[in-house]
Each structure stands twice: as C-alpha cells, then as structure tokens.
C-alpha cells in the first residue's frame, strides 16, 4: 500500500527529485527554500541511488553546475527563492540556448531586491516571458500543493527532456513552507551510462569507441545559422504550446464570476468560492498549472458568459496582462493582489471581488 | 650512383617522420593570430590526451575569451561555458562522471576576475580536474583591454596610459592563491616560448591530467603566455618581453607539487 | 468535520512542532491536513504561529483570517487572535504571562495552567504537549491514541522512550481544562 506522509513542499520536491532518479543538486541556501537542501543532505542519496548533492559557493557557480550535469545528459536541478532565480538569469539563457534539459524550482518571496522571506508571486514575468537574455522560453509549471510540488518535479523533468529545454517550478514561499499530506511515487534507479548514451545522443560524455564528438555551445558567430537556431528553439515553443497546455477548471460552467489565479493564490480563491456560494454568488476557478504555455483559450472558453474575471495574484498585476490577451477585452478583467509577503485573507478576496465588480447581496 | 638528395616523396615517408600533428587537433583552421600561444597549449593538450590513450574520456570547458573556440580545433567531447563559468561546469561533469578525463581550458579573465570565485572554490573543495590557465595579460578576443594579470604600467586599450595601481589595482597571481588552497595537489607555472619550455608545460599537462585520474585534487597549469596582437609587437619581440617582464611577476616553476 | 485552528506564541514553546503533531495525529486518522506555519527569523525568539487545519473533505486554503480555535500562549498571540474566533468558538490560553485576557462573550474561553503544570512536571519541554492535551479535552478532534502513534512515527527511534513522559503530558494537560 502507497504510504500517505505529512511534509513540506520543499521536502516533497527533494524526496520526489531522488525518487525520479535524479543525478544531481546544487544550490545555495537561501529562505525560504533551503529545506531542499537540508533534506537532501540528510538524505544523503549519494550513499544509496548515488545522486550527487553539492552545496555550491553562489547561486551562479550552482546554476552553471546544473548546466554542465544539464549537458552531460544527466538529471539534474537547482533550488533557489527569487534574489537567487535573479543571480541565475545567466546560466537558464544559456541552458535555453544549449538545448539541454534542465529544472530549476523557484519557491518565491516578495521582492524587488532583497524584499522579504514571506511569500509572492511577483517573478512571473521573469519566470514566463523569459527572464535572462535572448528568445527563449522555459516550461513553467505553478504547484499550488504539496502533492503538486512532488508531481511536478517528474513532470517537469519529463517535459523538459522530451524537449531538450529547462522547465521551472515557480512555487512561493506558501506552498514551500506548507505542510500537507503526499503520497511520494516509487522510487526509480538513476540510468546507466549506456541509457543515457541511447537517449541523449548529444550528450557529453566522451567519445566512447570514438564516436564523433559531441559539442554543446550556445555561441554561433554565423548569423545566418544562429537564425537558424532560433528558428528551431521557436518550433520547439509552438509544440510545446501545442502539446503541453494543463490547467485545473473548477465551477467554471455558468458561473457569474471567474477567478484566474495560480499557486497558493488559487488554494486561497477557492475558499472564497465557499464563502461566496453560501452568500449565493456563483464564481468560477481557472488555475493555469502551466504558465507557460498559457491555457488562453481555456481561460476564453470558461469567461464565456460571465460577468468578469478577476486575477488574484500575490504582485502588482503580472498575470493579468496574459489572462487580459486571452479574452481579447471581450470580458472585464478585474485584479486583486497584496504585496511584499502578505498574503490576502479570503475574507478580503471576496470584499475585493464584490467592491471592484458592485456585487450587492 | 646518382645522387641521393631525398625528394618530397621520400620525406613524407613516414618512417622519415620527425614531427606530426596530433590525431586529435582537427583540420579546422585556427582563428588565433601568428604568434599567439594557444595554438601550442592546444597542440600540448591534443598530445597528452592521445598519448594517455584518454579520447574516449576526454571532456573539456571552453571559456569565454580567445579560446572560446577551443572546441572546434581539440577532437574531444566539449561544453562552452558561460564567462568565468568552467570551473562550474567541470565540477558537475566530474561529480557526475568520475570516470571521465575533465579539464577547463581558462584564460586570464575567466580565472581571475570574472570567474574568481567559481575558480577559487572548485580549487578549495579540490574537484578531480585539471585547469588551464592562459595568462597573456591582456583580454585578446575583445580588442586587448585590462585584465587582471596585466602588469604595472603595461598599456591596454582601457589603461591607454599604463596601468596605474592607484587607478586599476594590482596585477593578481592568482595561482599563487590557488597554492595555498588545501584543494590543489599541483599547481605551476610555464610557458611556451621555447623548444625547452614547450617541453616542460607538456609535462606539467600530463602531470595535472593524471592527476585528476588519480583523484589527487585540482591541479592548475598556468601557462605565461604573449598576445603579440595585443601587445602591439612582433611574436619574438613578445617573447622577450615576456621573459623580462612577465616572468618577473609571474615566476615560472612548480608552486605546488604534492 | 473540519476544525480550523491557530496556534500561537513566542518563539521556542513549541508552537510549531504542537502544530506539527496535531496535524501528524489528524493524518493517522486519514484527516485532510494542512501545516502552514509563520516562518522565518521570528522563529528564533519573536512571536510564531501556525495554522492547522483537519478535516474530512479536500481543504482548500490553508491560509485563514478567522478560526475554530485559537491557542494563544503570549500576550501579543492573544491581542492578535482573540478577535479572530468564530463566534461559538474557543480560544484557549496559557495563564503565565497574559495580563489582559479577552472579554468576549461569544465564544468559550478557557484559561489553563500549563506553565506551572510544566514547573510542577521539572520539565520544560512537556509545555506544548500539556497544552495538547487541554486542546484536545476542549475538542476531541482526534484521540490520544492518534496523537501517541504520530509521535511514534515522527520521532527518531532513539527518542521513542519519551513517548511515555508525553502521554503524561497529554494527560495533565486534559485534567487542567474544568468546565
């Protein structure tokens, strides 16, 4: 029988990363995720699965570890709150650029600058609209439990090896911090280097029985080629897109009202989706698990007929400017978000939501 | 008997054979100037790896500098990294490989001022590689600025009237840190000016490169190295510059050989 | 049923780790639970509280702006709480160190003496689990029996023989609450 246990996000997504058979983690600590690490270390998987665990001497030295393991083909990811996703920026371009797959968790705090240790959700644009330099994109997927902060993980090495490009996890400090039941998967053995040879052919791992080299560069002075590269990194984007939209709908059919919102925002709106139906107000949840690819037409379909949408977001509007692309101002598009680690109450999401739409019962 | 002068096609018999290009330095043409050391070192490394029979383990880090390209001229497995980044990138590709033969390949930016600290700590938790370090005292690839080797009043295009201290600091013998790291087993200083010296930073490649086999820690190879491009001079006349005054602050010889 | 409850105090009482047994105790009676705890440096010495929610249903947020039950072991927690029972509610609070307890009316208050409980044990780590044991008197939201398995699960092997001190704690905790 599968054992129910009772964790934090941060540990789950440690105990998730050993039980997919990751290869390797290097991070730094920093609040309020360190738990990954401190998990990890007690863990010491290295004694059992022989995952490498290594803490590094800044957010810049681990992201360009995860490069390096990234481009030998082997699992490997990183952890970090926002100050630290910001020292990354680098080395995810380049990850990007190089067509290697790679997970990077983001559990956010309020920012900008050193900001605070308490929770938002304010990297949005960093996570989704790219972050670092050039065009590119990662996969972003947005936990908001933690059962969600161990599946992820998989799913998010899944994608992000079926298409040779970094995925995030852009959890916050709630759902880092919160503990709840989760059911851990089985644990699978790391692959041998005669898999890793079969399923990631361009990876760097010597040239056994002299086969042609492999070369893994994100740099190409010929314009002409590097056009080319992109050209390809964009075909790449629009499977994704096409393939890879999730979503969680909830109540959407009929309803007067659509919240939008992702994470612990949308743990925190259906609350308010209780507290409003007894008050006889019919509102909806579309929770986005993707953020990137951005369920828009399921965001269009279920504000059909609706009187608004309202985005609860722990920023000053970041998502809003999405959901507002995906109905094409044919709905009102209403937001509601709190900032610096404060995290609204349901009481005042559903004041919020009454005020800004004149909602009398 | 007629005379025996030997034509071209009995000099490239190859029992006639004095000197040949290793295996594995491929047919791309080099983009390193006449005169530049690069296309030594990357001659040294070619050998050693043929020689030590390690091809089919062999990973190195390109930098960010004029070697940037190393991995289109040394017929190896290879990943550019990011400014400053290799030593980074090494230290995974080990961990995760301990098997394999990894090696970074650096110059003076990458390893002591941009990549200072990626350097210093893969160095300090002795990571089982072998660093090369290019240390001509000047940034080549983007026009012959300050690095952070260049020497006391030395003219780069951004110190136009020699490096002041008071100005730009002090030149950094980072290798000189590095020895004092309980992390390194080897670290030294050549060059590759002459027959000799090409010689003697063969050896000390091999040395670093079993090393990181035998799982001794890091080894460091500083290679002294000219940039007579920018340096503004003839490649002898760099050469003798060097030795009058890059050798005086930049020693050649083992710094450390545990 | 679904009990909503905050736990609250200085730093260092345990406040969490109460927290993080109820919860553990709910789980082993196949509850829905969530653990949401302040966190960060007030951990180490400022004032620290933890949101706990059981229930038998899928729960939602696990972050919340009024309770079932408040337990409120400084006076700051119960300035901060107090107004944030439900009516009908309980808050229950440690005497040692509270100088101006509420006045409401509305909901059930219980006073405890958990702290000289816990001279009167020499032991000052049975604190959190005396005052479990008065929550639990108050509102059996789940048995003791529960709450011993949880500590037997989320112990390390070495600390198992406390369990027996705990049970005692539990124990004294129930006896301090009279109607």
């Known amino acids: 029988m599968e054992e129910v ?27 309020p995720q360190s738990e990954v690490l401190e998990v990890l270390e007690e863990q010491r998987p290295w004694e059992t699965t022989g995952m490498v665990v290594l803490q590094a001497e800044s957010e810049l030295a681990a992201i360009n570890m995860v490069y390096g393991g990234a481009a030998c083909g082997k699992v490997v990811f990183t952890s970090s709150s926002s100050p630290g996703i910001s020292l990354m920026q680098e080395g995810i371009s380049y990850i990007a650029a190089s067509e290697v797959p790679a997970l990077i968790v983001n559990v956010m705090r309020g920012g ?19 972050g670092g330099h050039g065009d590119y994109h990662l996969i972003v997927l947005a936990p ?28 916050d400090g709630l759902v880092g911090q ?61 499977e994704i897109e096409k393939n890879e939209v999730r979503y969680e709908a909830i109540n959407t059919d009929g309803c007067d009202y659509l919240f939008v919102a992702f994470g612990s925002m949308a743990r925190i709106c259906q609350k308010v989706m209780e507290m409003a139906e007894e008050e006889g107000i019919k509102i909806g949840l579309l929770r986005p698990i993707t953020l990137w690819p951005f369920p828009a037409e399921q965001i269009k379909e279920a504000a059909k007929g609706a009187k608004g949408i309202m985005v609860v977001e722990l920023s000053a509007g970041q998502m809003i400017e999405d959901v507002k692309l995906a109905v094409e101002c044919n709905v009102e598009v209403k937001h509601y978000g709190r900032l610096g680690g404060i995290v609204p109450t349901p009481e005042e999401v559903l004041d919020a939501l009454k005020n800004q739409f004149a909602i009398v019962k | ?39 030594v070192v990357h001659k040294l490394v070619a050998e050693v790896i043929e020689e030590m029979g390690a091809a089919e383990i062999a990973i190195g880090i390109a930098p960010v500098g004029c070697a940037v390209f190393a991995y ?12 400053g980044r290799a030593p980074a990138l090494a230290t995974a590709a080990k961990r995760l490989q301990p098997d394999k033969l990894v090696f970074t390949y650096q110059g003076d930016g990458d390893m002591a001022a941009i990549g200072t600290a990626e350097s210093l700590h893969a160095a300090n938790r002795g990571e089982n590689i072998a660093m090369i370090f290019i240390n001509n005292a000047i940034y080549g690839m983007t026009g012959g600025q300050m690095a952070p080797t260049t020497l006391l009043g030395m003219k780069t295009s951004t110190t136009p009237y020699g490096r002041r201290a008071d100005l730009n600091g002090y030149p950094l013998a980072i290798t000189g840190l590095m020895a004092q790291l309980d992390g390194t087993c080897y670290v030294t200083r050549q060059s590759v000016e002459t027959p000799a010296a090409v010689r003697k930073a063969k050896a000390a490649i091999r040395k670093a490169f079993e090393n990181s086999m035998h799982g001794k820690g890091t080894s460091v190879v500083e290679i002294v190295s000219t940039c007579n491009s920018g340096w503004k001079m003839t490649p002898a006349d760099a050469n003798k510059w060097m030795e009058e005054n890059m050798f005086k602050k930049y020693p050649i010889g083992d710094l450390k050989n545990e | 049923m679904k009990e909503e409850i905050v736990i609250a105090g200085f730093g260092g009482q345990g406040v969490l780790s109460m927290g993080k047994i109820l919860a553990y105790s709910g789980l082993m009676e196949d509850k829905e639970v969530t653990w949401m705890p302040s966190y960060g440096p007030e951990q180490r010495g400022g004032t620290a509280n933890v949101t706990v929610i059981l229930s038998d249903t899928r729960i939602s947020s696990p972050v919340l702006n009024t309770y079932d039950v408040a337990v409120v072991l400084n006076q700051q927690s119960l300035d901060k709480f107090a107004d944030k029972v ?33 001279f009167e044990l020499k032991n000052a780590k049975a604190f959190n689990m005396i005052v479990l044991g008065a929550l639990l008197k108050v509102k059996p939201m789940v048995s003791v029996e529960s ?33």
């Open chain 1, 5 to 31: 246990r009772l964790m934090k996000g941060n540990e789950a997504l440690a105990h998730a990363a050993i039980r997919y058979g990751a290869d390797g983690y290097f991070g730094y600590p920093i609040t």
């Open chain 1, 112 to 130: 900008p600058g050193l900001g605070t240790i308490h929770p938002s959700q304010a990297d949005y644009f960093q996570a989704v609209k790219g």
């Open chain 1, 144 to 171: 908001s439990s933690v059962q969600e902060m161990c599946d992820f993980m998989w799913l998010g090495w899944d994608l992000a090896f079926k298409y040779r490009t970094p995925a995030m996890l852009l959890a």
């Open chain 1, 178 to 238: 919160m503990m709840e039941k989760v059911v851990l998967p089985e644990p699978r053995p790391r692959r041998t280097e005669e898999q890793v040879r079969l399923q990631c052919p361009w990876a760097i791992n010597g040239r056994k029985d002299m086969r042609k080299r492999n070369v893994v560069t994100s740099l190409e002075l010929v314009d002409e080629i590097m056009e080319q590269n992109n050209l390809r990194f964009q075909r790449t984007y629009r």
């Open chain 2, 1 to 39: 008997m007629e005379d025996k002068h030997m034509d071209v096609q009995d000099i490239i018999k190859p029992e006639n054979r004095v000197y040949k290009k290793p295996a594995l330095l491929n047919d791309t043409h080099m983009h390193y100037c006449p005169g530049c050391s690069h296309g």
């Open chain 2, 72 to 83: 289109n001229y040394i017929d190896v497995d290879w990943i550019e990294a990011p400014h």
């Open chain 3, 86 to 118: 439900k009516p009908g509610g309980v808050l229950i609070y440690d005497n040692y160190g509270i100088h101006t307890p509420s006045t409401r009316t509305d909901i059930r208050i219980y006073k405890i003496e958990a702290m000289e409980a816990t």
């Open chain 3, 147 to 179: 709450v011993l398995k949880a500590l037997k699960k989320t112990l390390p092997e070495r600390h198992h023989h406390l369990i027996p001190m705990n049970e005692e704690a539990l124990r004294i905790g129930m006896s301090l609450i009279k109607e």
